[in-house]
Nanobody
Framework: QVQLVESGGGLVQPGGSLRLSCAAS????????MAWYRQTPRGQRELVAA???????NYGDSVKGRFTISRDNAKNTVYLQMNSLKPDDTAVYYC????????????????WGQGTQVTVSS
């Protein structure tokens, strides 16, 4: 059984900050890429940020310079620090991770969290 559990969402005013966390647990042998996506109220899903096991990072154009992704490999956790939030950042934020599991075929599989709501509004 594998779980990705997000936390840290909520309501924040424009210009404010939030920090999201996503912890992976279960029979995890190895984690490669960990990433954050978001789904807007209009239903569009987009990449927010991704980080590899060697700390190579990629950001979506709309969040560059405002959001920072990081990970703690000892805790199997990825973080998203969001600063200078705008109303357009309102979305459900999902984390995912590419995992190899013990007692399996040892291929990479992508797992998703359940999502956390971020609302930016005055």
């Amino acid at each position: 059984q594998v779980q990705l559990v997000e936390s840290g969402g909520g309501l924040v005013q424009p210009g404010g900050s939030l920090r999201l966390s996503c912890a992976a647990s279960g029979r995890i042998f190895s984690i490669n890429v960990m990433a954050w996506y978001r789904q807007t109220p209009r239903g569009q899903r987009e990449l927010v940020a991704a980080i590899t096991s060697s700390d190579n990072i990629n950001y979506g154009d709309s969040v560059k310079g405002r959001f920072t992704i990081s990970r703690d490999n000892a805790k199997n956790t990825v973080y998203l620090q969001m600063n200078s939030l705008k109303p357009d950042d309102t979305a459900v934020y999902y984390c995912n991770a590419d995992l190899k599991l013990y007692y399996t075929d040892m291929n990479w599989y992508r797992y998703w969290g359940q999502g956390t709501q971020v609302t930016v509004s005055s």
